[in-house]
């Protein structure tokens, strides 16, 4: 069975009054059949979260933050895209700079366990990666079977060095391109497309699960009747994805964007709107950071104070320090529990 939207989908959430929550629990394969509502109320955030920290504030031309990536060094990069640039959180002098500009509109950023920096640059529609210690720039992917990707979005990795990538251009795709789809580049350079339209609809943050059984991507699509809501594969030996689920969704809310994970297995994820855009997006999904568990319960949210919340990671010395990118905010909670760990802290 199919996992899109179904046309009666809409009506069934409405008759099970979504607008007071926001959330819903699916099962395997379909979500109408047993769909939960869930709402804000009796989470145990204090567990989970933190207060919220106010670290810095990007000022240029245009500001739209994105992609955070924290180094072994406890620094901490995320991206400026509409203005091609790397800005860089150094966490001892509280300062933040410029860590590269000309960046081809990157998106998402990720630490490989080497320290090279891997990128998705929207702009050249391509997949890079930064040496560490040469600061040489090699590309990974710019396309597939001929045909330039949509924008890469957001990427991750597997414990056996496999790097899994999402692509999507506008709300339609424009011919000469690949469709919106999400890739995986094995250690010796193959590209292959292991989900893609209509199977998802519009895919963006993406995460493996520390025991590398389980591979999550949220969809992030901004029309009416389309997924809104975090999927849930099995991760094969071979890098390949079956058994697609919903584990939450988020409609008719604003979807989450980016996401991470800690070393138990729980998701935080960056969701919803302080005010609507332009869409067919509602304010059933509060803005702030979402915890959810790995069986898609709501556990903590913490409310974030300016739109767009886009993304988070983990960082610091012992892996609680959960940085977010929010409009033209750097921010930061502590966790109780630490994040996977992607790197050796140096």
């Known amino acids: 069975m199919s996992l899109a939207r179904q046309p009666c989908r809409r009506r069934f959430l409405q008759q099970t009054a979504i607008a007071s929550s926001g959330f819903v629990v699916g099962s395997q394969f379909t979500l109408d059949a047993?769909?939960?509502p869930t709402d804000y109320?009796?989470?145990?955030?204090?567990?989970?979260?933190?207060?919220?920290?106010?670290?810095?504030?990007?000022?240029?031309?245009?500001?739209?933050t994105e992609g955070p990536a924290a180094d072994g060094?406890?620094?901490?990069?995320?991206?400026?895209?509409?203005?091609?640039?790397?800005?860089?959180?150094?966490?001892?002098t509280k300062k933040l700079s410029v860590h590269r500009d000309n960046t081809n509109e990157t998106n998402g950023l990720y630490f490989a366990p080497d320290g090279s920096l891997l990128a998705c640059e929207g702009g050249s529609r391509r997949v890079t990666r930064t040496d560490?210690?040469?600061?040489?720039?090699?590309?990974?992917?710019?396309?597939?079977?001929?045909?330039?990707?949509?924008?890469?979005?957001?990427?991750?990795?597997?414990?056996?060095?496999?790097?899994?990538?999402?692509?999507?251009?506008?709300?339609e795709d424009p011919e000469g391109e690949n469709v919106k789809a999400v890739y995986r580049i094995d250690p010796d350079g193959t590209v292959d497309q292991?989900?893609?339209?209509?199977?998802?609809?519009?895919?963006?943050?993406i995460v493996t699960s520390p025991d590398n059984k389980r591979f999550y991507v949220i969809e992030a699509h901004p029309n009416a009747d389309l997924h809104r809501d975090i999927r849930v594969y099995d991760l094969n030996s071979d890098g390949s994805v079956s058994n697609g689920r919903v584990l939450?969704?988020?409609?008719?809310?604003?979807?989450?964007d980016g996401m991470c994970i800690d070393a138990e297995g729980n998701l935080y994820v960056a969701a919803g709107l302080h005010k609507?855009?332009?869409?067919?997006?509602?304010?059933?999904?509060?803005?702030?950071?979402?915890?959810?568990?790995?069986?898609?319960?709501?556990l903590a949210y913490r409310e974030t104070p300016e739109d767009t919340i886009t993304n988070c990671t983990f960082g610091g010395e012992d892996?609680?320090?959960?940085?977010i990118a929010c409009g033209t905010l750097l921010l930061r909670i502590r966790t109780e529990i630490p994040g996977k760990a992607t790197y050796q802290p140096r």
Request: hydrophobic share 35%; net charge positive.
């Open 319 to 323: 892996l609680k320090s959960l940085y």
């Open 248 to 256: 939450i969704d988020f409609y008719p809310g604003r979807s989450g």
């Open 41 to 64: 109320a009796g989470l145990k955030t204090d567990r989970y979260l933190g207060p919220v920290e106010m670290l810095a504030q990007v000022e240029d031309t245009k500001v739209f």
């Open 73 to 92: 060094d406890g620094n901490l990069l995320f991206t400026n895209v509409p203005v091609s640039k790397i800005l860089k959180w150094d966490p001892r």
């Open 132 to 171: 560490a210690k040469t600061g040489k720039i090699e590309v990974l992917a710019e396309g597939y079977k001929g045909k330039p990707f949509a924008k890469p979005n957001d990427l991750c990795m597997d414990g056996k060095g496999r790097i899994y990538f999402t692509s999507r251009s506008g709300v």
């Open 34 to 36: 047993h769909a939960k």
């Open 194 to 205: 292991i989900l893609a339209w209509p199977e998802v609809h519009m895919p963006n943050g």
């Open 276 to 298: 609507t855009r332009k869409t067919s997006e509602t304010l059933d999904t509060k803005p702030g950071i979402h915890v959810i568990s790995p069986d898609g319960k709501l």
